[in-house]
T-cell receptor, first 114, second 119 residues
Framework: AQTVTQSQPEMSVQEAETVTLSCTYD???????LFWYKQPPSRQMILVIR??????QNATENRFSVNFQKAAKSFSLKISDSQLGDTAMYFC???????????FGAGTTVTVRA | GAVVSQHPSWVICKSGTSVKIECRSL??????MFWYRQFPKQSLMLMAT?????????EQGVEKDKFLINHASLTLSTLTVTSAHPEDSSFYIC???????????????FGPGTRLTVL
């Protein structure tokens, strides 16, 4: 079974600043995918960024980037130039290529202060 | 693309009644859909995997007779909470996985969720 650990329950960041969310996972699989999902107060889950384990290059989507360290089983998310609309709960998630079931971390609530 | 809808978004029912929640993939066909349950300020818990044309696969600890899942078409899965009780009150979210999209077969897209309150 795969486990996903997010050790930061809450984080606060000033608007325009940068915040980094940590995520570690445990798996014996070699082929898998990692995701960060955002859940704003509306509770709609929104895909933020996606990383294939076989790719060494870190994924980037506009102000969002990841630091994927496969050997360390670490997958952190950096939000640059934070905006008020980034206020949400962020979930790190893992899926293996074998069964396509998402395993979620406990989530990190990010609050962007004006 | 890859839009998933849920209906209703919010439902209140009396204890002992049944409630049906629909999950639709609007712009793609989904052979596989997933149903999650989420309590306030907590993570998503996978309840079951819904496969078109076959029986759903339930996660350990989820009562299949209480949470009936039907995936009758490639764009619709339904979750029926039977004989609902107050402890079934929760936020239910579905997701769907588009088949065959290059590089995206692993990505799940989520519906907006349904808030169920059982009185």
């Amino acid at each position: 079974a795969q486990t996903v650990t997010q050790s930061q329950p809450e984080m606060s960041v000033q608007e325009a600043e940068t915040v980094t969310l940590s995520c570690t996972y445990d798996t014996s699989e070699n082929n898998y995918y990692l995701f960060w999902y955002k859940q704003p107060p509306s509770r709609q889950m929104i895909l933020v960024i996606r990383q294939e384990a076989y790719k060494q290059q870190n994924a980037t989507e506009n102000r969002f980037s990841v630091n994927f360290q496969k050997a360390a089983k670490s997958f952190s998310l950096k939000i640059s130039d934070s905006q008020l609309g980034d206020t949400a709960m962020y979930f790190c998630a893992f899926i293996s290529s074998n069964d396509y079931k998402l395993s979620f971390g406990a989530g990190t609530t990010v609050t962007v202060r004006a | 693309g890859a839009v998933v809808s849920q209906h209703p978004s919010w439902v209140i029912c009396k204890s002992g009644t049944s409630v049906k929640i629909e999950c639709r993939s609007l712009d793609f066909q989904a052979t596989t859909m997933f149903w999650y349950r989420q309590f306030p300020k907590q993570s998503l818990m996978l309840m079951a995997t819904s496969n078109e044309g076959s029986k759903a696969t339930y996660e350990q600890g989820v009562e299949k007779d209480k949470f009936l899942i039907n995936h009758a078409s490639l764009t619709l899965s339904t979750l029926t909470v039977t004989s609902a009780h107050p402890e079934d009150s929760s936020f239910y979210i579905c997701s769907a996985k588009p088949p065959g999209l290059a590089g995206l077969t692993d990505t799940q897209y989520f519906g907006p969720g349904t808030r169920l309150t059982v009185l």
